[in-house]
């Protein structure tokens, strides 16, 4: 879009937006949806009709001008984000920074009134629903300590080993290709494009994936899409009975995060999944610096200290995240002045990560969340962590022959589980609900823990 039509793109987006709210909050519609008598509907009948007065409720309790009002600075902030990263200059984003967030305190405390919801919680409801802060804090206060301890010991180590060479994109795209479709990526109901921040798209019938290609980093291609895979796989596998209803998407944000995660790092970064994967990779690119699957597998859990969450390992990704969620509440709950959101986020990540933070871009500007006001989505992406980590400690235990067949790269019955306990039921349970249910105990965050205390430890050879 050229530069000049940003505040008409702004203005427009405002009017579609608006027309939309007022179509979903139209009597004809309130009176049409609130005529049907629940009793007399199945299970999942009953389900499509309360997601669907839940969201009527929710969009019936914000004013139209405030509706359009976010469209529009959302639209504008994002593009003033990009230059601003570009330039490493907070303070050119910082005005509309400002009036996003504004806006959304003011949403919060339209969609709070008569519920005991604080304003971040009234938030957190449009990726992790029925879920409030408390219960999340719970659940981090148990996750940060333990990964501080371990990051600290992993850092005092020597680093491993790690791959080098060079990697042709056109064999990256092949190799990408294959281990998607070992994964389980249905190609006739999907496909794999290039885009500089890898995601999903879609659902039913049409998921697609994007990824990245870099000649000198081909992990980061390869874990992109698996990564992504795991996304659209959840997507793909939600029973077809539920197309284009209310429950035919991914239940919550966590979730969804849970089935990319799951695949990326328990399964994708497994010890017996990599002796496959070091096979493929001398396969496709010969000499790669690392001469056994001992190494290779070291080597695509390697620990680095850094500033960036995009490129972070499993270690620390959830330290990012947890810095982030600490700083969102604050600003939210009026604890933190936009002002100041600098300085505390500069603060804060030296006390967390022992850098100094020289460029935004590395900082404050390095995600671009905040510029669309996706305030309360940044705890899913460690919620999605937390869940795989309880999914996985159940799928070890159901699956006795799971290790056996990922060192052959047959992924079949990891993901004939994780279809069969997640995936079909869309949005059919509450993410506490079929978390719950998939893994047969309370969620917490001790098979994380345990998982991430084990691998590291053996890699880095702690005591």
């Known amino acids: 879009m050229p530069s000049g039509a940003l505040v008409d793109r702004a203005e427009e987006q405002a009017c579609l937006m608006v027309i939309a709210h007022k179509r979903q909050t139209s009597n004809e519609f309130s009176d049409l949806l609130n005529s049907i008598k629940i009793e007399n509907l199945s299970k999942n009948e ?25 469209a529009k600075h959302t639209t504008l902030a994002h593009s003033v984000w990009v230059d601003a990263r570009k330039n490493n200059d907070f303070q050119r984003f910082l005005p509309q920074f400002s009036k996003v967030l504004e806006l959304r305190k003011e949403e919060a405390d339209a969609i709070r009134q008569d519920t005991d919801l604080s304003r971040y919680d009234a938030l957190l409801q449009d990726y992790e629903p029925d879920i409030k802060s408390d219960y999340i804090d719970t659940i981090f206060d148990t996750l940060r300590p333990a990964l501080v301890d371990l990051r600290a010991q992993v850092l005092d180590r020597p680093p491993v080993q790690e791959i080098n060479g060079h990697f042709p ?62 996304h659209a796989l959840y997507e793909q596998n939600i029973e077809k009975e539920y197309n284009f209803s209310s429950i035919g998407r991914g239940v919550s944000m966590g979730v969804h995060e849970s089935q990319s995660r799951i695949m990326e790092n328990q399964l994708g970064r497994s010890e017996a999944f990599s002796e496959w994967l070091f096979k493929k990779f001398l396969d496709y690119f010969g000499d ?56 505390v986020w500069n603060e804060e990540f030296e006390k967390d990560f022992g850098l100094s933070i020289k460029y935004p871009s590395d900082g404050v500007l390095q995600d671009v969340h905040w510029s669309e006001g996706l305030f309360g989505y940044f705890p899913t992406y460690s919620l999605g962590n937390v869940y795989a980590g309880c999914l996985f400690e159940a ?29 079909q039921h869309g949005s059919l349970y509450s993410p506490i609900e079929l978390i719950r249910g998939a893994s047969g105990f309370e969620i917490t965050a001790k098979p994380l823990i345990s998982y991430i205390e084990k691998k590291y430890s053996s890699i880095y050879c702690l005591g």
């Open 169 to 230: 994109v056109d064999k990256q795209r092949a190799l990408c290709n294959e281990v998607a479709a070992t994964f389980g990526y249905d190609f006739s109901r999907g496909r794999i494009d290039t885009a500089v921040h890898p995601f999903c798209s879609g659902s039913g019938n049409d998921v697609r994936i994007t990824t990245r290609f870099d000649v000198n980093d081909p992990l980061g291609s390869i874990y992109s899409t698996i990564h992504e895979v795991g």
């Open 288 to 343: 790669i610096g690392i001469e056994d699957s001992a190494s290779f597998y070291k080597s695509i859990n390697s620990v680095k200290n850094g500033f960036i969450r995009t490129e972070s390992d499993e270690l620390q990704y959830n330290l990012h995240i947890l810095l982030r969620y600490r700083i969102e509440k604050w600003l939210i709950d009026g604890h933190l002045n936009a002002d100041d959101l600098e300085y």
């Open 395 to 423: 799928m070890q235990n159901q699956l006795p022959s799971l290790n056996k067949n990922l060192k052959i790269g047959n992924l079949s019955e990891a993901t004939e589980w994780l279809s069969s306990s997640v995936h």
């Open 46 to 70: 009953s389900r499509q009709i309360s997601l669907m007065k839940k969201e009527l409720k929710r969009a019936l309790s914000v004013p139209n001008d405030l509706i359009g009002a976010l």
